[in-house]
Nanobody
């Protein structure tokens, strides 16, 4: 079955950096686009970044452009989100998602807290 396991969330000071990872299994990872979403308390889940199956094309929410970078390693079945210059408003639970032919799948999420 499809499994997505996020890791890397932590408490970080404003201006700091984190790298999130999402390990995938149960499907042919290299053939599907992947995406990262986030959800802050009291807010709707929002798309943060997405990457095509081969990794040649990416897109980002305006709020993270120039600070976050999505990448993937198809040999390791893993997608990453490098987050730099973190702001308090980046604090949220971050989820990875894959949309397959039979439906969308989410990971359990990893908590990112940005506070001094």
């Amino acid at each position: 079955q499809v499994q997505l396991v996020e890791s890397g969330g932590d408490l970080v000071q404003p201006g700091g950096s984190l790298r999130l990872s999402c390990a995938a299994s149960g499907f042919t990872f290299s053939t599907y686009p992947m995406s990262w979403y986030r959800q802050a308390p009291g807010k709707e889940r929002e798309l943060v970044a997405a990457i095509t199956s081969a990794g040649y094309s990416t897109n980002y929410a305006d709020s993270v452009k120039g600070r976050f970078t999505i990448s993937r390693d198809n040999a390791k079945n893993t997608v990453y989100l490098q987050m730099n210059s973190l702001k308090p408003e980046d604090a949220a639970v971050y989820y990875c998602k894959v949309e397959t032919r039979v439906g969308g799948y989410w990971g359990q999420g990893t908590q990112v807290t940005v506070s001094s």
